[in-house]
């Protein structure tokens, strides 16, 4: 058991070469922090339109991984799937909010680099914890999965329907991560993925406030037929 965690420790190690999941740049990460060889020093907030928050967690050394790790990780790289693909279809739209428009933008950008993060970490355990097979679970099953109709619909409706239809469909989304991340956290057993999950509850908190004050100001006068419906 020693021989083989000691050969993931080396995989996650040379699986390390991720995206900063908040930044921008390609960060070289060892377990524990960046290596010595670095010479900028990984940033630990960014700014957002929705204020400052903290970076995703870096990859790092931590034990063994429960199935309830790998079936967390799995789910919410297919969650943050729909998010991106939400996001890409408002963004298809001229003539955005400027506010819609760099939300959109940095949910595509911040939930990219989260993925990439995620994955690289399966790969390095997927020897113990079997198939790294990601639709393996039924997506429509996860908290705020929206049905493809309603994905498709922001891309359909022009501004500013598409605009309020997009701060809708992403704060159920939204919530529905934090919910999962809320259900997973009693069963936690490594340290990085629980780290994920307690960002997300944190990050996507705060953007939901950030959306729903949009929405508001959006929907209070006279707002587009999106504002009334269920």
Request: charged share 25%; net charge negative.
């Amino acid at each position: 058991m020693r021989i083989q965690v000691l050969l993931r420790t080396a995989a996650l190690t040379l699986a390390a070469t991720t995206l900063a999941a908040c930044g921008t740049e390609t960060q070289q990460v060892a377990l524990g922090g960046t290596k010595a060889a670095d010479t900028a020093e990984r940033r630990e907030t960014v700014e957002r339109p929705w204020g400052t928050v903290k970076t995703f967690p870096r990859l790092q050394k931590a034990e063994p991984p429960s199935a309830a790790d790998v079936v967390f990780t799995r789910e919410m790289i297919m969650h943050h799937r729909q998010a991106i693909e939400l996001a890409e279809n408002v963004r298809r739209h001229e003539g955005l909010d400027e506010r819609v428009g760099s939300s959109a933008r940095f949910i595509i950008q911040d939930q990219k680099n989260e993925i990439t993060t995620m994955k690289a970490w399966l790969r390095a355990w997927q020897d113990t914890t079997g198939s790294s097979d990601e639709h393996s679970h039924d997506a429509d099953a996860m908290p705020g999965m929206l049905p493809q109709s309603r994905v498709d619909e922001i891309a359909a409706l022009d501004p500013p329907e598409t605009e309020v239809a997009f701060l809708r469909a992403m704060i159920e989304h939204h919530e529905g991560a934090v919910t999962m991340s809320q259900d997973y956290l009693p069963e936690q057993s490594n340290a990085f993925v629980h780290s994920t999950a307690t960002h997300i509850i944190s990050e996507q908190t705060t953007e939901i406030t950030y959306m729903r004050n949009l929405l508001k100001q959006w929907c209070e006068k006279d707002g587009p037929a999106t504002c009334t419906r269920p």
